[in-house]
């Protein structure tokens, strides 16, 4: 029976229009950044070398490769009315028919062609071919419903799950079409669990499936993928234009102020990076509806408007929250993908706003939100306890709370950043990459084999003698989890577009093939178990290499070209060093950065400290005393010119080359390690600082080491018992040695000298005291000196 506008004959017409987009309208590169004026490789042009994350990785492929995909296919078919073969059951966890499933089957997709791109190996693109032959087919068999002879009713089905009539064409899920378009108008469908009527994340789950359909595309070249991806983009066009048409009460199209709206609920506004997807399917079909659809996501009505304008509102005073519907504060993974997905509008349409937008945000996050090990997000007195949300700006120290720090934030915060410095090359954006890289994305998985679990975290802790959980089978956590570790190599090395500059960001021991440019470059590293790189070149010509040098860098950096060294004046940490030369094969870069001991204060209390060596938090083992919230220490007594924490310490390798650190305390002996390691130790990623007295090595001047007065804490919204602004601030010493190294000791001695005046004329020290501290300092030569 011939229907007049039959959508089966429409999308084969797109089908075939859209092979002959695929080779002729893509401007830039495919892709994340492809648009952007440094850009990344492609995965498969990047080997992982032997290593930390090497270890890391090789677990997670061990999971991934035993893992039956069959289990991934199971509610699909559900819903497509197609048999599932006998005794295959559902992952589990949030993946078990719930309100979230399919997320799962997305990250899968995109873990086993991260896998395949890595190592080749056969295994990773039999499954991933499978399963998306099979996705298309439920997406076919959904579809077909709409056009069977009576255009009303479903088809034939084993299941009565799939007993139901998509709006749209398109639609492929775990679960029926409905549990997303009832989200807007004119239902506006509720967080909650009941399948026939409330909502969790339908865009976030969407969004997973559709991007690792992309990947599969990127990374492997399946053009099947391709093609499911773009029709349920084409559907998710019509999801969030036309909408719920079928509905009794409809009023028509979709207008801004139902999308703000819809946005603005708790959670099933966690549409995840749903926006990133559709600019890129706009780049490689050059159709325009993809950008529109990727704009429908805009939440315009309570954040949009306030990052543009650098406001700060991800926590509001109850009386004044912004918008009809918004939380007081907002849910740290629903909105770091979405300023992901602004900067994949930005790359594709170039408006300027979307790029501040981001750009302001993350700032919002780092510093006035991060914690040391690279997360964010928690509770606080007087807070909600659900700590998966952001924490008050400037709140460190009072947040760290029971949990915190979402792991999958984590990840996300990780391509914000690293899409930020695709577009602005600010160092600051690799050393946030590189500390979250480095602690909570490699200390996310545990240290033993698993096939039957991704033993992944899903908090990150950080309160004092908390440990570490590992499992998370379905979760986000686990999901996102499966896709860090497979994509290590992702960062190390970028391009400029014209192809004129290397980017070397990252020290971890990898080889980069850059084909088309005729360069080869070997890394070889232990880092962060060693401080040293070589990086070996293979190719001829003229090439920029541009060589991060490391925020956390305090002295000793040196880059050697085949054996002489490069002037290192411009090698201010924190920055690039670029390297500008006609290369010949076998030209050999190494790289020296000495790790020291580093403290980092909590912004908000600044006796409320974190130990790093190089870019890797150390965690104190052990559950504090119960009468100490904190493992407390004193270390100013131990320090030299140099200022580097490692001579209040002995370091010994663990048999793998993982530096252990011994300091003493009031208590005994604490063990610090780095914060990678994956076990279930109680372990405290924070200690307290108690310095009571100016001391200079040995010698003790007796006075009290006050505080400077700075206003701390001085928090944006109140947290409940602690004064804001308080008069917390930095002692004495704190200010002294953060002026460290000293070449000289009379330099030291200029320092204390300069802290002294601005301490008595803040009226903290008198002008004796004053004397007695600078005569201490001088006195103290030979207890500073090497
Ligand atoms: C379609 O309509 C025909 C004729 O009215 C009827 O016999 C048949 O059962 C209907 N099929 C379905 C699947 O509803
Ligand atoms: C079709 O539906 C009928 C009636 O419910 C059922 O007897 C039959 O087994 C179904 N056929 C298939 C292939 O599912
Ligand atoms: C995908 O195609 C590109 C371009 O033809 C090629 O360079 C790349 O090696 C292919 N990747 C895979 C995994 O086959
Ligand atoms: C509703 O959305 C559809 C699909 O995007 C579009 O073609 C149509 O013009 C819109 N209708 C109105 C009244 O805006
Ligand atoms: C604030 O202090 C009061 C009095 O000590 C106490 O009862 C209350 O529980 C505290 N509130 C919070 C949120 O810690
Ligand atoms: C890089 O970003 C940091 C943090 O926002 C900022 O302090 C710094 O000024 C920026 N550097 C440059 C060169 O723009
Ligand atoms: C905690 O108890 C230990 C051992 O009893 C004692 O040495 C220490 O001073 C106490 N610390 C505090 C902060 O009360
Ligand atoms: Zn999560």
Redesign the pocket.
């Known amino acids: 029976m011939a229907r007049i506008n039959n959508p089966l004959r429409a999308l084969a017409a797109l089908a075939i229009s859209l092979a002959a987009l695929v080779t002729s309208t893509i401007t830039g590169d495919p892709g994340p950044g492809g648009t952007a004026p440094v850009r990344p490789f492609r995965l498969d042009q990047v080997q992982l070398g032997n290593g930390l994350l090497q270890e890391k990785r090789d677990r997670i492929k061990e999971f991934v490769q035993a893992y039956d995909e069959r289990r991934f296919l199971v509610l699909f078919n559900n819903q497509a009315g197609r048999p599932n073969p006998d005794g295959v059951e559902v992952p589990g966890g949030w993946e078990d028919g719930g309100l979230l499933s399919g997320h799962w089957t997305g990250h899968y997709l995109t873990a086993l062609s991260q896998a395949y791109a890595d190592q080749g190996e056969d295994i990773f693109k039999t499954k991933l071919n499978w399963m998306v032959k099979e996705l298309a087919l439920c997406q076919d068999a959904i579809t077909a419903r709409m056009h069977d002879a009576n255009g009303t009713k479903g088809i034939n089905s084993t299941s009565s799950a799939a007993d139901w009539v998509p709006t749209h064409p398109g639609y492929v899920g775990a679960l029926p079409e409905d549990t997303v378009l009832r989200l807007g108008p004119p239902r506006w469908a509720i967080y909650g669990s009941d399948l026939s009527k409330n909502t969790w994340a339908p865009w976030y789950t969407q969004h997973k499936i559709m991007r690792g359909l992309l990947d599969a595309y990127y990374n492997t070249n399946n053009t099947q993928a391709l093609d499911v991806v773009v029709k349920m983009a084409d559907w998710a066009h019509l999801a969030l234009t036309i909408g719920d048409k079928n509905q009794p009460g409809y009023t028509g199209n979709l207008t801004r102020s139902d999308l703000n709206y819809m946005w603005d609920l708790y959670i099933a506004g966690e549409f995840g990076g749903a926006n990133e997807v559709f600019p890129e399917i706009y780049q490689i079909t050059g159709d325009p509806r993809h950008l529109e659809t990727s704009k429908a996501f805009d939440n315009r009505e309570s954040l949009f408007g306030a990052a543009v304008d650098d406001n700060d509102i991800l926590v509001v005073p109850a009386d004044r929250i912004p918008g009809r519907r918004r939380a007081q504060r907002l849910h740290a993974n629903t909105h770091v993908p979405q300023f992901i997905g602004y900067m994949s509008v930005f790359e594709h349409s170039g408006e300027q706003e979307y790029f501040d937008a981001a750009k302001n945000f ?2 919002w996050v ?2 006035h939100r991060h914690f040391a090990h690279g997360g964010t997000g928690g509770n606080y007195p007087g807070s909600n306890k659900n700590s998966e949300l952001f924490q008050n700006r400037d709140n460190i120290a009072n947040a760290i709370a029971e949990d915190g720090a979402e792991t999958c934030t984590t990840y996300n915060l990780l391509k914000l950043a690293r899409y930020l410095f695709l577009h ?1 090359h ?4 690799m050393d946030n990459y590189e500390r979250g890289l480095f602690n909570m994305i490699a200390g996310s998985r545990a240290d033993e084999s698993s096939t039957e679990s991704p033993m992944l975290t899903y908090f990150q802790p950080l309160t004092p003698g908390s440990s570490r959980e590992y499992e998370n089978t379905g979760t986000c956590c686990g999901g996102s989890g499966m896709e860090s570790h497979t994509k290590y190599q992702e960062t190390v090395y970028l391009r400029s577009a014209d192809g004129s500059a290397l980017w070397v960001n990252l020290f971890i021991p990898s080889t980069l093939e850059w084909a088309e440019k005729g360069f080869a470059v070997k890394q070889e590293t232990s880092f962060p178990r060693a401080d040293t790189a070589k990086l070996t070149i293979t190719g001829d010509g003229p090439l920029d290499i541009k060589l991060r040098v490391p925020a956390w860098i305090r002295r000793g950096f040196q880059v050697i070209v085949n054996g002489i060294p490069v002037s290192d004046a411009t090698a201010s940490p ?2 690039y060093l670029t390297i500008s030369r006609t290369w010949a094969s076998g030209d050999v870069v190494e790289v020296k950065m000495p790790f020291t001991l580093r403290i980092e204060r909590a912004i908000d209390r600044p006796d409320i400290q974190a130990l790093l060596w190089g870019p890797i938090l150390l965690q104190t083992i052990g559950a504090p005393p119960e009468n100490q919230t904190y493992h407390q220490l004193s270390l100013y007594s131990h320090l030299k010119l140099d200022g580097d924490y490692v001579r209040a310490a002995t370091v010994q390798l663990s048999p793998k080359g993982d530096p252990v650190f011994t300091f003493a305390s009031n208590v005994g002996n604490l063990i610090a390690r780095p914060y990678y390691i994956g076990d279930t130790q109680a372990a405290s990623a924070y200690f307290r600082r108690v310095e009571p007295n100016i001391v200079f090595g040995s010698l003790d001047t007796k006075i009290a080491n006050r505080k400077r007065n700075d206003g701390l804490p001085r928090y944006d919204v109140p947290v409940a018992n602690v004064t804001s602004p308080g008069n917390d601030g930095p002692t004495f010493l704190d200010v002294v040695w953060d002026s460290a190294p000293f070449e000289t000791h009379d330099a030291f001695v200029r320092t204390v000298n300069d802290v002294v005046k601005s301490f008595v004329a803040q009226g903290v020290f008198t002008q004796e005291e004053g004397e007695t501290i600078v005569k201490g300092a001088t006195d103290a030569k030979d207890g500073l000196e090497e």
């Open positions: 993350y700032g780092h510093p602005e600010n160092a600051t954006y924190g920055t």
